[in-house]
Each structure stands twice: as structure tokens, then as C-alpha cells.
């Protein structure tokens, strides 16, 4: 069983930073691939972007590109998303997610789950 706690989200004004973090607990961290999603109101949860465990190479949603950087410390076991010029459109509740094995491009396997973590861009 794997337990994912996300932290770091707030309200900032449009074009501001923020960066989340997301604890992962278990010993097969380094083994997972660890994803961001987002929900924002009204909307469907949709993929945000992913990052393999051994090689930690990277895979973004269109949105994310650019101005979003996943990373991850395997020694913490914890996921990052620095995400930079922030637009009210990003505002949304950001979960962090975990599988282990697959497909890093496949959004749609992740088994466990974060509770999410409020992020609110004003204008």
C-alpha cells in the first residue's frame, strides 16, 4: 500500500509560482511512476504530467509544457511540480498519483492516490 501526501498549494495572483510536493511513503518509490493531475471546478480530473522512477524522464499534458516541471528526489520519496506563470485557468485541486510499471504516456492506470491540494490563481 502506498500512502501519497500532497502539500504546497495556496492562493497566488496571476503569474506567480508555486511549487508543490507530494510524500510518498513505502520502499518502491524509486520504482513508480508518480503523475500530477488537476480537477478545477466544473471540470473533469485530467493529466498534468508523469515521471518515471528510474530514469526520471518526463511526460507532460500540452497545457503543462513550458511553464510546469515535474522532478522527484527518490532519497525523500517525494514528486515535485514547480509550476511557474500561473493563469486563473490552472486553478484546481492538484492530486498526486502513483503505478508501478507501465507505460509512462498511459494516464489512465494510476493505483493510488492523493488527497489533493488547493490551488487558486487570481486575476
Known amino acids: 500500500q502506498v500512502q501519497l501526501v500532497e502539500s504546497g498549494g495556496g492562493l497566488v495572483q496571476a503569474g506567480a509560482s508555486l511549487r508543490l510536493s507530494c510524500e510518498a511513503s513505502?520502499?518502491?518509490?524509486?520504482?513508480?511512476?508518480m503523475g500530477w493531475f488537476r480537477q478545477g471546478p466544473g471540470k473533469e480530473r485530467e493529466f498534468v504530467a508523469a515521471?518515471?522512477?528510474?530514469?526520471?524522464?518526463?511526460y507532460y499534458a500540452v497545457p503543462a509544457k513550458g511553464r510546469f516541471t515535474i522532478s522527484r528526489d527518490n532519497a525523500k520519496n517525494t514528486v515535485y511540480l514547480q509550476m511557474n506563470s500561473l493563469k486563473p485557468e490552472d486553478t484546481a485541486v492538484y492530486y498526486c498519483?502513483?503505478?508501478?510499471?507501465?507505460?509512462?504516456?498511459?494516464?489512465?492506470?494510476?493505483?493510488?492516490w492523493g488527497q489533493g491540494t488547493q490551488v487558486t490563481v487570481s486575476s
Open positions: 513505502g520502499r518502491t518509490f524509486r520504482h513508480q511512476i
Open positions: 515521471i518515471n522512477g528510474i530514469d526520471s524522464s518526463t
Open positions: 498519483a502513483a503505478k508501478t510499471g507501465g507505460w509512462i504516456g498511459n494516464t489512465k492506470d494510476y493505483n493510488y
